[in-house]
């Protein structure tokens, strides 16, 4: 099976821009989770959407925001960019066991 | 809130030694899994080891092995025979079998000298 691709792989965007990232989890697996790994905050929890519908979500602002859709390709957005939201954007996908499988991570630069 | 700390920012060892990394978490459920994961240089993480917190045994997979320790919430990685391309960044990580959500440590760096 092909594992968990993200694209586009690197992104440099500009203060106040708006980005979206995708995510194709392994086939079969309909929960898709995102993080944020930066320097300074390590990996952090974003949000999980799990057929189509957040399951949880992480103490990030309202300019974070995704979907996932019915084929469980998932999206993340963010809006009005800040210097603060770079970071390496990875993520996971699972099927029944707890165990998640990480993509290669989309590494966003604002400027 | 559950956290997980990882006191060890780097670790260096020879190849074909041993090296262990310390993990301890806070929480106050009862059933959770605990990983590890691996990350390499410019790589994508990957897992290394799963413990649920219900079996008493230690978990083992190849060169790999955990020390769980659940009324200490100590969760300790064993690296036997260490080769080169376990060089990585090793994160120790905490779920919540509500929510499925992942909590990471800050990571330990660990680097295997030839």
């Known amino acids: 099976k092909a594992g968990v691709t993200q694209t586009p792989r690197y992104l440099i965007k500009t203060r106040g821009q708006q980005v979206t990232l995708s995510c194709s989890p392994i086939?079969?697996?309909?929960?898709v989770s995102w993080y944020q790994q930066t320097p300074g905050q390590g990996l952090q929890f974003l949000f999980e959407?799990?057929?189509?519908?957040?399951?949880n979500k992480g103490n990030f602002p309202g300019r974070f925001s995704g979907r996932q859709f019915s084929n469980s390709r998932s999206e993340m957005n963010v809006s009005t960019l800040e210097l603060g939201d770079s970071a390496l954007y990875l993520c996971?996908?699972?099927?029944?066991?707890?165990?998640?499988?990480f993509g290669p991570g989309t590494r966003l630069t604002v400027t | 809130a559950q956290t997980v700390t990882q006191s060890q920012p780097e670790m260096s060892v020879q190849e074909a030694e041993t090296v262990t990394l310390s993990c301890t978490y806070d929480?106050?459920?009862?059933?959770?899994?605990l990983f590890w994961y691996k990350q390499p240089p410019s790589r994508q993480m990957i897992l290394v080891i799963r413990?649920?917190?219900?079996?008493?045994q230690n978990a083992t997979e190849n060169r790999f092995s955990v020390n769980f320790q659940k009324a200490a919430k100590s969760f300790s990685l064993k690296i036997s025979d260490s080769q080169l391309g376990d060089t990585a960044m090793y994160f120790c990580?905490?779920?919540?079998?509500?929510?499925?959500?992942?909590?990471f440590g800050a990571g330990t760096t660990v680097t295997v000298r030839a």
């Open positions: 413990q649920e917190a219900y079996k008493q």
């Open positions: 929480t106050s459920e009862n059933n959770y899994y």
């Open positions: 990580a905490f779920m919540n079998l509500n929510d499925y959500k992942l909590s």
């Open positions: 086939s079969g697996h309909r929960s």
């Open positions: 996971a996908s699972r099927q029944s066991s707890y165990e998640q499988y």
């Open positions: 959407y799990f057929s189509e519908t957040q399951r």
